[in-house]
């Protein structure tokens, strides 16, 4: 099995930036993909962004394209979730995910083997 855990998360001001963090063990990290997933209350676990083992491949979700960027350390097997220009609509638990390597589906939750507990992220207005 492979273990995830969230970190990295807090309250933070419209606009300004947080860093959330996954780190893996368990298993060889760099054969499997990487995920973001975020879930307010009352609403569907929703895609974040998405990266290959080989980093290659990177996706994000149209509502945070150009102020969110992932990246990986398979050194150090660890994958990171930068968050600029926050908005009070980012806020909502994130969770980080972990599937092989495979393309379909990649902004489905259902797809993804391996799941963190989650980190809050809150944005105040």
């Known amino acids: 099995q492979m273990q995830l855990v969230e970190s990295g998360g807090g309250l933070v001001q419209a606009g300004g930036s947080l860093r959330v963090t996954c780190a893996a063990s368990?298993?060889?990290?760099?054969?499997?993909?990487m995920a973001w997933f975020r879930q307010a209350p009352g609403n569907e676990r929703d895609f974040v962004a998405y990266?290959?083992?080989?980093?290659?491949?990177?996706r994000y979700a149209d509502s945070v394209k150009g102020r969110f960027t992932i990246s990986r350390d398979n050194a150090n097997n660890r994958v990171y979730l930068q968050m600029n220009s926050l908005k009070p609509e980012d806020t909502a638990v994130y969770y980080c995910?972990?599937?092989?390597?495979?393309?379909?589906?990649?902004?489905?939750?259902?797809?993804?083997?391996?799941w963190g507990q989650g980190t809050q992220v809150t944005v105040s207005s």
């Open positions: 368990g298993r060889t990290f760099i054969n499997y993909n």
């Open positions: 990266i290959t083992w080989t980093g290659v491949i990177i």
């Open positions: 995910a972990a599937r092989a390597d495979h393309y379909n589906g990649l902004d489905q939750s259902s797809t993804y083997d391996y």
